[in-house]
């Protein structure tokens, strides 16, 4: 029997996606090719009961930090139904399928952009996170890197367990942000490779405690110049911040805007001499959480903080999340165990928004998504509070 959820088997299922990604995301054939040789087994397409290709999407195994630590995470991209399958409840399936992976796998969360809310709604996602766009002028970055600060081209081979190290410390300050796997760092180097620049900055003991990706773009008529797109940006210390304002103060003579995607708090813009930089919401990433127990223990905590909650959460998909736990917090780690006594009601969906951080108990309660006495709710707050949950990475 054809197996309803898997890699790519041969030529025709590739023409299927290729044609999915083309009918889908406006992808030329060959790029749409090439995309799927890039992500090789990450792939995976949809068979309907006939065992007919009926959508695919790509899973990205990867990690997003939450509370200082990598917690495993299923990432969703390029969801495709071709147009004559599309409204009869085939990505809905798809969408069950590609979860009971992540499941089967072990992975905690499931982390992605919706182009459509209410289908990922209904398989338990919600909103998770920020990811909006700034629009800084060069000329107010006045950038000048500290003294002994030195800027020079990424060397891939050489460079890149630095370049990930630097990556990896900011991010883990930043929850929500990304643990790229191979794949994710190849697609920051691969698109628009010919465009794409990445520069270091080193401090005297010629550390890299900076990273700036960017590409320029022509603004097209009536504007004039180039926008500088800040695809990955990294600073591990305040040298290597401020050598990233200053490589970027460095296209000023040609690039009219700086661009670049982050949260509505970003530590480079807090070092930035005025607000006057533009924030526009560009979308909310949603989260599923797929193992509850898994979830919990995987994320960080307040070393502080030691206590406990008793909660009902609704799972109509995965009957091991679903019921009566207890959420216990000590020495910076936590536990979910059945049973206990549940002072708060939540569905699936109200638990990703709460373990993100992204909403609190008390504003759930508000839309009716969580039910509970005061004090139970701010002791679940508590537990999953911390800085705004936001993500620099598209996927
Ligand atoms: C979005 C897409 C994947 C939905 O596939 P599908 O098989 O038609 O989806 P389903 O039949 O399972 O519908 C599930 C829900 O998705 C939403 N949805 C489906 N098509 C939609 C559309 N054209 N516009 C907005 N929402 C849509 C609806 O809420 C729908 O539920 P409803 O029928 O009860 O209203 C498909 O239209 C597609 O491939 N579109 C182009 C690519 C895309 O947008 N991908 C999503 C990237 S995140």
Redesign the pocket.
Known sequence: MTEPWGAPRDERDRDFVARALQT??GMEREPALRAIEQAGELQRVFRDERGEPA?SALVVWCGQFFGGRSVPMAGVRA???PPE????????DLMKALLGEAHERGTPIST?????Q??YRRTGYEQAGHRHRVTLDPARLKGRAVPGTRIRPADFDRDHDAIVACHHAMARAMPGNLDRDAYLWSLLRAPRATQTDTLLIEDDAGRIGGVLTSRLERIPYPGRGFALWASDISASSEQGARGVLAAMAGFGSVATEIRLHCGPTHPLLLLLDEQKYRIDHEEHWMTRIVRLADAVGARGYPATLRTRVGVRVHDPLFSDNDGDWTIEVEDGHAEGTRGGDARVELDIGAMAAVYTGFASPEQLALIGRIRGDQEALSTLGAIFAGPTPSMVDFF
């Not at 399958?85 to 809905?92: D, E, F, I, K, L």
């Open positions: 889908s995301f959508g969801v495709a139904v399958r599309r409204g009869t409840g085939v990505a809905t992605l952009y919706a182009a459509t209410p289908l």
